[in-house]
């Protein structure tokens, strides 16, 4: 008997036999996406170093003549830098406060039908738009918007009201990108969500329901509460790129029509037309730089109010 609890304290100190084999089979797996990580999200750092060269293609990297700060002086003292700016964060912020409403409303419906396969139905039907590309999604946009065969049109002359030029009304602008912007990205958001509400004991709304609590009651006290964790973590994420706007949308559903610029002209955009008439790797380099330190203390910052709030809501 002696002899087994000593084998037994053996094994526990040295292992399993084959333990080690196991061992780095697991770690085998993790070969490649550590080498993807590396080389697409590590080595680009060094291109940092771009921001603060007048970049030349036929010197290179090293090569061009540092020139410090003026990459972000000349972004900074630029006429369009508080319209472009304006529009980046107002649009941002508008899409982050809408497309949560939209996707935990959406998954709070989905929870609450019993139909498993009509659930999965509906879900399916919601996170198709997220795989397309904004290419198609303008083509789809401009099928509804043109002014002389677009449905939208058709359908307002059909009740006796005048056709719009849409793509000549910038006011018009904010609302449907948000539209489209919500129905992107609500079928993937809210499916988070869903699997978040999935987790929550029946035993709650059990006693709920003993207690007379109606569906709205429910989901104001349990339903609302138990996710409310995820709502700010994902919040804080999206936070993070606030500062950044999403060029495929911008650029491709507006059609890069000049006289939506007053509400359309992100930061994004106004680089890459600057980009494409100068040429200029550099500045585009400093922008994007500054992006990501703006985003990155944003992230700190709305993480440690969070978390002042009440310690579960924070991030890390």
């Given at each position: 008997?002696?002899?087994?609890?000593?084998?037994?304290?053996?094994?526990?100190?040295?292992?399993?036999?084959?333990?080690?084999?196991?061992?780095?089979?697991?770690?085998?797996?993790?070969?490649?996406?550590?080498?993807?990580?590396?080389?697409?999200?590590?080595?680009p750092?060094i291109?940092?170093?771009?921001?603060?060269?007048?970049?030349?293609?036929?010197?290179?990297?090293?090569?061009?003549?540092?020139?410090?700060?003026?990459?972000?002086?000349?972004?900074?003292?630029?006429?369009?830098?508080?319209?472009?700016?304006?529009?980046?964060?107002?649009?941002?912020?508008?899409?982050?406060?809408?497309?949560?409403?939209a996707?935990?409303?959406?998954?709070?419906?989905?929870?609450?039908?019993?139909?498993?396969?009509?659930?999965?139905?509906?879900?399916?039907?919601?996170?198709?738009?997220?795989?397309?590309?904004?290419?198609?999604?303008?083509?789809?946009?401009?099928?509804?918007?043109?002014?002389?065969?677009?449905?939208?049109?058709?359908?307002?002359?059909?009740?006796?009201?005048?056709?719009?030029?849409?793509?000549?009304?910038?006011?018009?602008?904010?609302?449907?990108?948000?539209?489209?912007?919500?129905?992107?990205?609500?079928?993937?958001?809210?499916?988070?969500?869903?699997?978040?509400?999935?987790?929550?004991?029946?035993?709650?709304?059990?006693?709920?329901?003993?207690?007379?609590?109606?569906?709205?009651?429910?989901?104001?006290?349990?339903i609302?509460?138990?996710?409310?964790?995820?709502?700010?973590?994902?919040?804080?994420?999206?936070?993070?790129?606030?500062?950044?706007?999403?060029?495929?949308?911008?650029?491709?559903?507006?059609?890069?029509?000049?006289?939506?610029?007053?509400?359309?002209?992100?930061i994004?955009?106004?680089i890459?037309?600057?980009?494409?008439?100068?040429?200029d790797?550099?500045?585009?380099?400093?922008?994007?730089?500054?992006?990501?330190?703006?985003?990155?203390?944003?992230?700190?910052?709305?993480?440690?109010?969070?978390?002042?709030?009440?310690?579960?809501?924070?991030?890390?």
């Amino acid at each position: 008997m002696n002899v087994q609890l000593q084998k037994s304290k053996r094994r526990l100190i040295d292992g399993y036999p084959g333990q080690l084999t196991e061992t780095m089979q697991l770690y085998s797996l993790c070969v490649i996406p550590v080498l993807l990580v590396v080389i697409f999200n590590y080595l680009p750092i060094i291109g940092i170093i771009i921001a603060f060269k007048d970049y030349r293609f036929n010197l290179g990297i090293f090569g061009s003549e540092w020139v410090g700060f003026d990459n972000f002086r000349i972004m900074l003292k630029t006429k369009d830098f508080v319209t472009i700016t304006w529009n980046t964060l107002s649009l941002n912020f508008i899409f982050i406060v809408t497309g949560t409403i939209a996707a935990v409303l959406l998954s709070i419906i989905l929870f609450e039908v019993k139909s498993r396969t009509f659930t999965k139905a509906i879900q399916t039907l919601v996170i198709t738009p997220y795989f397309l590309s904004w290419v198609i999604a303008s083509y789809m946009v401009f099928a509804f918007l043109n002014s002389e065969y677009g449905i939208l049109n058709k359908i307002l002359i059909g009740i006796g009201m005048k056709e719009v030029n849409w793509y000549s009304e910038p006011n018009a602008w904010p609302g449907i990108l948000t539209v489209a912007n919500i129905w992107k990205n609500v079928g993937m958001d809210s499916v988070i969500y869903y699997a978040a509400l999935m987790g929550i004991e029946n035993s709650l709304f059990e006693a709920a329901q003993v207690d007379g609590a109606s569906k709205f009651r429910q989901a104001k006290s349990i339903i609302i509460p138990s996710i409310m964790p995820l709502i700010v973590i994902m919040t804080i994420l999206k936070i993070g790129n606030i500062f950044r706007a999403d060029f495929g949308m911008f650029y491709q559903l507006t059609r890069n029509v000049g006289v939506l610029y007053s509400k359309t002209d992100v930061i994004d955009t106004y680089i890459f037309r600057t980009m494409r008439v100068l040429g200029d790797m550099g500045l585009s380099s400093a922008v994007g730089l500054m992006q990501s330190v703006i985003g990155l203390v944003l992230v700190i910052c709305t993480n440690y109010a969070s978390k002042k709030i009440d310690k579960d809501f924070g991030l890390f």
